[in-house]
């Protein structure tokens, strides 16, 4: 049997040829046939190829990138900045990078591939959905994974802030285990350091306040009923009167839900007798779990989690990785390559995406060069507490180091984070920390991972090794190779003299290997991953903005409220013209806000892709074509009075003097899942006798 792919060696003996002179930027190459097969996606088992790479089956496919491993290894070494502390900030909050990782946690998981040997097509699994379904907070649902679940809502564990309802916090759900006890998640790296571990948190919580909003809807539903009856049953007659459809919210033999609440007021039996009027949520939920009904409610706040799941990244997280103005592009224009035909074949069959192995191995992991290596967590008895992400036994006293895998309470330390100093909510933005400028280098603890206890003994501990090797792995293309091909479609449809301006044509914007790569290489081309970092750099957006909070009914929110969220709009300057500036205007770094336009492509067609295919197949998350309005969702503004259970929240947005309207972001999020109150040491420590158990 032949194999599917070329050895090593046959691609080095392809490449030869291409390689002398930096010829991969040669206009002759890729072939016309190359060209054409771009956006030809193929699903290689969740896992696939939008571009595909030269094989006995595609024989004018893309050469893949030929450095060895030992070449990648010392690129990578080179990779890394000197110090511990965050250094060189961009605009963005550095919640950003972390709801990013989560992201990537969401709809990939390759178990099987190795640093060490390439991979044939046939080999390619992703234990996640190409879906963002967030299957990483759900796992397999509540048959499939009964333990993750109490219920309707998800279960949590240990509390980690402490105080009434409207502020408590939980820890992920734990396990025993010797060392530390292990969390019980969909998908176990999401504890993997502190901070994804609280995002993790965050999202169960949102999903638990739903189910509450969803129990309060039902529970006033059942109140005007019986308002409407005088007080006497007759829930059926009372609620077809309202002149709503019977069964909105839920049927079952004996009616809706509300209805058969309301019914159950008059019902006999100590615990109707000692309800009496008083239709709480916990009556609500008992008459659910009596009727058959948990299903229902759970799977009405899971559509509700994943529907402001996908606005927030639609409306916030994607324009700020790609600029407001390419997103608005891709909406308007479609995608050039990531299924630009869209979900459905002709005979209206569903078409099942994939994750494109340029976007998990490359295009996506950008964001590892903006992790800052160090984060403010929340005020403290003796000034702010300060922690490392990636501990792994630093000698600074005044640090908290927690290695990877631990509970938000231990013995060194409460790790329960104030999202306020990591995204502008309540406080000032002067105290939030900012994620790194997307460039070639990363944070130094990324060069440890074996040290922070997230990559076991004897594993490839450099993050960036790591990247570079899989990418090799996965055969993907230079990255001036894939310039090509994507620049070429973008300066087609005037998307480079536009959203990009400077160049006069697509190879203007091909940017040669630099130093670092020919140095370490002994080649003029560049691996994928670290072209679109270079490129970033090059002709990522510089752009801040003023974004105002306002209130459901439209007024302002206070002062404290508002903050500079950095949405990028543009790129302003060209490349050239940004250095000149940077050297004129003494030294100021400019680029490395977003992505350049090649990263930008990948980036920003696959998340828009999937959030499109998840509205075509299952016509629920968001529209991206229409203006969402709350009353879609039946929410009402306050949805309900409960001093718990705030207004869903919006946010509105202004940048470069253009108004973008109220879109839902991540501050949103937070504020809506109840994890935004500020937090100090009293909330976390709140006494003596719990000083040492709590890890105060």
Known sequence: MKKALLSTVALLALNASALAGGSHANP???????????????????????FAVRNPGAPDGLLP???????????????????????????????????????DHDITFDTVTSFNALAPDRDFQNARTADLDLDCVYGGGP????????????????????GDDARRRHDLLRAPRPGNPVAVI??????????ISNVQQAFIAFHNRMVDRILEERAEEARQLVARAGGNGGGESAYESTGRPVGQYGTAPGGSLAQLVASSINESGPRRESTGTQVDRQLVLEIAEENGLVSEILDEAREATIHHYHRMLAEDFIPRLIGIRRTQDILENGRDFYFPNGFRNLDGTTVEPFIPLEFAAAGYRFMHSMVPGRLT???????????????????DPNVLTPRGFTPTRTDQGSLAI????????????????RARRIDPLLANPLSQLVAAGIVGAGGQGNLAARNLSRGRTYLLPAGQTLAQVILAKLEERGVLGTIYPGGRSAADYILPADDVTKESLAINVTPLWYYVLQEASEYGASFDSNVRRESAGGATASAADIGMMGLPDTVALTAGAQRES??????????GATLGPVGATIVGEVLLGLIDYHRETTGLGIDLNTTFDYQDLGYNSPPIAEGDLPAMTETVVSAGGQSFGRRYLLRNFLHDAGVSTPVDEADVCPGVATRQEDGC
């Open 28 to 50: 002759d190459y890729p072939s016309p046939a190359a060209m054409s097969r771009a956006g030809v996606n193929v699903n290689l088992g969740g896992f696939g190829r939008i």
């Open 582 to 591: 940077a050297r004129g205007g003494g030294g100021a770094r400019m680029g």
């Open 65 to 103: 990138h030929p450095s060895p491993r030992y070449d990648l290894v010392r690129l990578a070494n080179r990779m890394f900045t000197e110090a511990e502390a965050n250094e060189d900030p961009s605009d963005l909050p550095a919640a950003y990078v972390f709801l990013g990782q989560f992201v």
């Open 377 to 395: 967590i929340r005020a403290g008895n003796n000034g702010e507490v300060i922690a490392d992400i990636f501990g792994g036994g630093q000698s």
């Open 143 to 162: 048959e499939r994974t009964p333990f993750l679940y109490n219920g309707p809502y998800l279960r949590v564990g240990a509390i980690t802030v402490y």
């Open 186 to 195: 969909g998908d176990p790296r999401n504890d993997e350091n502190f901070v």
């Open 418 to 433: 104030d999202w306020n100093r990591l995204a502008p909510i309540h406080g000032s933005p002067s105290i939030v920390t």
